[in-house]
């Protein structure tokens, strides 16, 4: 398949969506913050075209996780539902970023140019990322079914909602849709469905137990991915071609990825997530530094 000019291998991509699927069931994340970066760092796709392309298959993916997820009872679907309020306005603000800097930024090695901008934007909010999961929560508290009430849960904005899943007070309606606000621009920007971002928001700003978080998280990353998609197929940088390709392997992957929490302790499955986000932010790293270097 060729792609923007480079010439890409139909196994090596149906692997690389069976790897992003299998993440994206276990931890509820979507598996952009994989997909994105690995189509521009190993495939060579150029970053604008990797971010639309990595929210359209993350359509398919996260509708087989979702699924699963569904059926085991894990995930919170009014809060999911109430987040897409805000997303829509973020990932359309996140879409027009991209072809802002991609108009105004030169293209090459060696220079700044839209590709490295993104790259330095996902080192940074990968390791934050992989920070939190790491250090918070090492008393192993996801485990339980009821965690704690965390900070956002106790903002006093109305109107409230009953969150139907979890075992909590009434959380405020508006704070959930600025939530999916911020979530919405990163999937508009960086193509990574908010969700990497929502899980540890879920854990520790409003206290859900792990296995709720991840199933709430991937129907958050089906809706903002659809969204994302629209958004940038608008701006020509979604290959539907390529997109099908990866979700071949994705699709089936995913539902496994999800039957996989069950037997995985939810404080594991935590320091795992946080240790391949650490692993691609370095990835990321070496690409940009070869990248400046010419």
């Not at 903002?224 to 998609?229: D, L």
């Amino acid at each position: 398949m060729e792609v923007a000019g480079q010439v890409l291998s139909y196994p090596g991509l149906i692997a690389l969506g069976v790897i992003v699927g299998l993440v994206a069931g276990m931890f509820g994340v979507g598996g952009g913050f994989l997909l994105t970066p690995l189509l521009s760092v190993v495939f060579g796709v150029p970053m604008p075209i990797a971010v639309g392309t990595g929210l359209c298959q993350m359509v398919g993916s996260s509708t087989s996780a979702a699924l699963r997820h569904r059926k085991m009872g894990q995930g919170e679907p009014r809060f999911a539902i109430v987040m897409i309020v805000g997303s829509l306005a973020g990932v359309s603000a996140g879409a027009r970023a991209i072809a802002e800097l991609n108009e105004s930024l030169p293209s090459g090695r060696g220079q700044i140019d839209v590709t490295a901008v993104l790259y330095g934007a996902y080192v940074f909010f990968l390791l934050c990322i992989a920070g939190v999961l790491w250090w918070q929560g090492r008393g192993g508290f996801e485990d339980l079914e009821y965690v704690r009430r965390g900070p956002l849960s106790r903002w006093r904005l109305p109107p409230y909602i009953d969150l139907l899943s979890i075992p909590m007070p009434q959380v405020s309606v508006m704070g959930i849709a600025y939530l999916g606000l911020f979530l919405g621009f990163l999937s508009g920007f960086l193509g990574t469905s908010g969700g990497i971002a929502l899980i540890p928001i879920l854990l520790y700003g409003y206290g859900f137990p792990f296995r709720q978080a991840a199933g709430t998280g991937i129907v958050v990353t089906w809706l903002t991915a659809v969204v994302g998609t629209l958004a940038h197929y608008a701006d020509g940088n979604v290959h539907v071609g390529l997109a099908m390709v990866l979700m071949v392997g994705s699709s089936l992957s995913a539902q496994v990825g999800a039957e996989l929490t069950r037997s995985v302790s939810a404080t594991r499955l935590r320091k795992g997530l946080a240790a391949i986000v650490f692993t691609m932010a370095l990835v990321i790293v070496g690409e940009l530094v070869n990248r400046l270097q010419g």
